[in-house]
């Protein structure tokens, strides 16, 4: 009797090139050690999509579009600045735990390809919207007036990427904690 061979579907798919992706490097990644990891054939993968390219367009644009998803959120669009900034900044901690594996690949991308450099380019216009909120924020009065924006910006959201780096998600520190965490953080900045 043969063993039975695993089956796939592009959702579990993306699942294990996404892992071997943030393991390996996606330049490090052939589809023969997509295969092998995913124990099916190089075929049954072009079964589900086209290249290995594909896969990571996917995996990206999953963690972009759900951190894109937070500015049209109605809290990101309406009241105060700081009350809208500290909204992005919640909703963008909780994606990135539900998303944890697509945004670690995100933030490890480098730009060596057409859809890394797209990607790349989509993370700094929220990057962007952010630092505009922060601006905002200082412009009224709610934050404090020496802030540089970009530098704010930069630094709140490398704290709160640098969670990819130790959170797990059954560690004993929750989604709850780490939003209050990085809350309290933004509001220490506030006048």
Known sequence: ????????????LLVVATQVFTERGYDGTSMEDLARVAGITKSSIYHHV?????????????????????????PSS??????R??????????VLVAELPYVTLL???????ATEKAALERRRTFD??????????IADG????????????????????SVVEWY???SETTVDDLVAAVLAVVDGLRT
Do not use: C, W
Request: glycine residues 4%; hydrophobic residues 40%.
């Open 107 to 113: 933030l490890r991308v480098r730009g060596n390809t």
């Open 1 to 12: 009797m043969t063993p039975e061979r695993a089956r796939y579907d592009q959702e579990s």
């Open 85 to 94: 900034l500290r909204h992005v900044v919640r909703r963008t901690v909780e």
């Open 128 to 137: 962007r919207q952010v630092r505009a909120l922060v601006a905002e924020a």
């Open 168 to 170: 797990r998600p059954r």
């Open 78 to 83: 309406s009241g105060a600045a700081v009350d």
């Open 50 to 74: 086209e290249s290995k390219e594909e896969i990571l367009r996917i995996a990206l644009d999953r963690a972009l579009d759900a951190l894109f998803v937070v500015f049209s959120e109605p």
């Open 142 to 161: 709610d934050l404090r007036p020496e802030l540089d924006p970009a530098l704010t910006e930069r630094l709140v959201f490398g704290m709160i990427n």
